[in-house]
């Protein structure tokens, strides 16, 4: 079952951590980070989380980069994450 807020920590393209908070069960984000705003979700009938970072500070993942659960799992956000780009990886984790 999803918690109530996740961390979430980009080792590349542009490394930093987010905070999202759960607005509904398959939807969360957040302005508190080292980004601009982050959206992580799933469509309801797809069991891979996916989750896009908005970054206007003009970094590599400026205006945005879409990442995707690598081993999808519908009850579950957390585990690794991979962009679009080879390298690109991020962690998502409960917080607290």
């Avoid at 469509?43 to 400026?62: E, K, L």
Wanted: hydrophobic letters at 25%; a negative charge; aromatic letters at 12%.
């Amino acid at each position: 079952m999803p918690n109530l807020s996740y961390r979430v920590s980009i080792e590349s393209p542009c490394p930093g951590n987010q905070i999202v908070l759960k607005l509904a069960s398959t939807h969360y984000t957040g302005p508190n980070g080292d980004f601009t705003y982050m959206v992580m979700n799933r469509h309801p009938a797809d069991p891979q989380w996916q989750f896009i970072v908005y970054d206007y500070s003009g970094g590599p993942c400026t205006p945005s980069k879409l990442f995707k659960q690598v081993t999808p799992d519908a009850d579950n956000p957390n585990g690794e994450y991979e962009g679009p780009s080879p390298g690109d990886r991020a962690v998502v984790t409960d917080f607290p």
